[in-house]
C-alpha cells in the first residue's frame, strides 16, 4: 500500500480492507495547487512550495503560523520518531479537533480513537511521504460515528537534509454536501 499511495495509483488491491472500509479512499502525488479543492489546503500548499528544499524535503521543522492564516485549525505537524518507531502529533489542529471530538497532541498516530484501517491508512500516508519526500493528498471517507462526508488531507514533508523529521499536514473535514466545517 506504501508504494501505490507513493505513486499516486491507490486500489483495492492495494488494501482490501482499508478500502473497503475507507470507501475507496485516493491519493494523489505531487498535486497542484489549483488541483485541491479548499482554501486551506491551497494556502499549506503554496507556503510549502516557498521553501528551500533538498531532495524534496522542505528545509524548516517550525512553521510561521502568520503565513498560513488562512489554514489554522486545519494544520497538523506530525513527528516522525527516531528508529523508524511511529509518527507523533506536535500539533492537533482545533477545527479537526473539533469535528472529530478529541484532541491527538503529543499522541502517537497509533493511538487515534478510530477504527484500525482509518489507523492504518494514516500511517501508511505519513510512511510513504516519508520515504519517498513526495506531497501527497488523499480523500477518505470519514467513519460512520464521525457525521463528516469526507477527510481531504494534504501531507508535506519537513525536515533536516535529505531527512524527513516531521510533515505539514492540513486536514479538511468536508460534509457530505462538499462544505468545509
Known amino acids: 500500500m506504501i508504494q501505490d ?6 486500489t483495492r488491491e492495494s488494501a482490501p ?28 500548499h503554496e507556503y510549502w ?41 506536535a500539533l492537533y ?20 480513537p478510530t477504527t484500525l484501517p482509518t489507523r492504518l491508512f494514516f500511517v501508511a500516508c505519513y510512511i510513504a511521504v516519508q520515504r519517498h519526500h513526495a506531497p501527497i493528498y488523499t480523500v477518505h471517507q470519514a467513519p460512520d460515528d464521525i457525521m463528516i462526508g469526507s477527510w481531504h488531507r494534504l501531507m508535506l514533508p519537513l525536515g ?5 523529521r516531521r510533515l505539514l499536514v492540513c486536514n479538511v473535514p468536508v460534509d457530505p454536501h462538499g462544505r468545509p466545517k
Open 5 to 10: 499511495l507513493a505513486r499516486g495509483r491507490l
Open 17 to 44: 480492507e482499508i478500502w473497503d472500509a475507507l470507501h475507496g479512499p485516493s491519493a494523489t502525488v505531487f498535486p497542484d495547487t489549483a488541483d485541491l479543492p479548499y482554501r486551506p489546503l491551497a494556502v499549506v
Open 49 to 89: 512550495k516557498d521553501m528551500t528544499r533538498i531532495d524534496g524535503v522542505a528545509q524548516q521543522l517550525r512553521i510561521e503560523p502568520e503565513r498560513i492564516a488562512g489554514a489554522l485549525g486545519y494544520v497538523m505537524l506530525v513527528d516522525a520518531l527516531e528508529g523508524g518507531e511511529g509518527f507523533r502529533y
Open 93 to 112: 489542529g482545533s477545527r479537526i479537533a473539533g469535528v472529530a471530538g478529541f484532541d491527538m497532541t503529543g499522541r502517537l498516530v497509533t493511538e487515534v
Open 160 to 164: 533536516q537534509g535529505a531527512e524527513v
